[in-house]
């Protein structure tokens, strides 16, 4: 049974850090992209980062760009998101997503279907 697991959410005022960790157990997903979605209460679900099989190519979206980094480590099977400068319209819960067939470059524009595995969410709460 595959199972992606976040961890790391919690409450930080803004200008704050967290750093947000998946872990993935069922299959090795050394060959898969990777990524994170959030949504915000009465939003949608929307992409955040994704990170290629090997790691080389990385994307955000433009809101997060030179305040998050994504980065993964296919040997403990888990990616991570390091969130700095972190604002308030950051608050929401993170998904951790993961898919062997869709590139990396093609989840911001991705419906959220085609995307096939994903955990239950961490909540980030930023505090102005």
């Known amino acids: 049974q595959v199972q992606l697991v976040e961890s790391g959410g919690g409450l930080v005022q803004a200008g704050g850090s967290l750093r947000l960790s998946c872990a993935a157990s069922?299959?090795?997903?050394?060959?898969?992209?990777m990524g994170w979605f959030r949504q915000a209460p009465g939003k949608e679900r929307e992409f955040v980062a994704a990170?290629?099989?090997?790691?080389?190519?990385?994307y955000y979206r433009d809101s997060v760009k030179g305040r998050f980094t994504i980065s993964r480590d296919n040997a403990k099977n888990a990616v991570y998101l390091q969130m700095n400068s972190l604002k308030p319209e950051d608050t929401a819960v993170y998904y951790c997503?993961?898919?062997?067939?869709?590139?990396?470059?093609?989840?911001?524009?991705?419906?959220?279907?085609?995307?096939?595995?994903w955990g239950q969410g961490t909540q980030v709460t930023v505090s102005s």
């Open positions: 069922g299959r090795t997903f050394s060959s898969y992209a």
């Open positions: 997503a993961a898919d062997p067939i869709k590139g990396a470059g093609s989840w911001s524009v991705a419906a959220l279907a085609a995307i096939h595995y």
């Open positions: 990170i290629s099989w090997s790691g080389g190519n990385t």
